[in-house]
């Protein structure tokens, strides 16, 4: 497992790539990916294209980001994420909470 993240070249947005599980092993990683940045500053972007799982608390993980993000409902961005990740995404209504790409 892997997080990463990078600034946006004009530092409105933050990508974070997450590779591999993404479970509670990734928590403080990925808290230390969106917390370096204020609160209601930025909007993210969860690149999922290497992520193999996901499974409850990396779904909480992401609810915590959309609370941390400078939007609602267009704050974060979940982009990427394969059949299986997609699936669950779908099945727990997060097409709600995030724009799903």
Known sequence: ??????????????????????????????MQAYKAFPKGEKNYVVDLTNAEYLDSSAMGMLLQLREHSAKDTDGVILKNGNEAVQDVLRIANFGKLFVIQ
């Open 1 to 30: 497992m892997s997080i990463s993240s990078e600034l946006s070249s004009d530092e409105k947005s933050v990508t974070i790539v997450v590779s591999g599980r993404f479970d509670f092993s990734t928590h403080q990683a990925f």
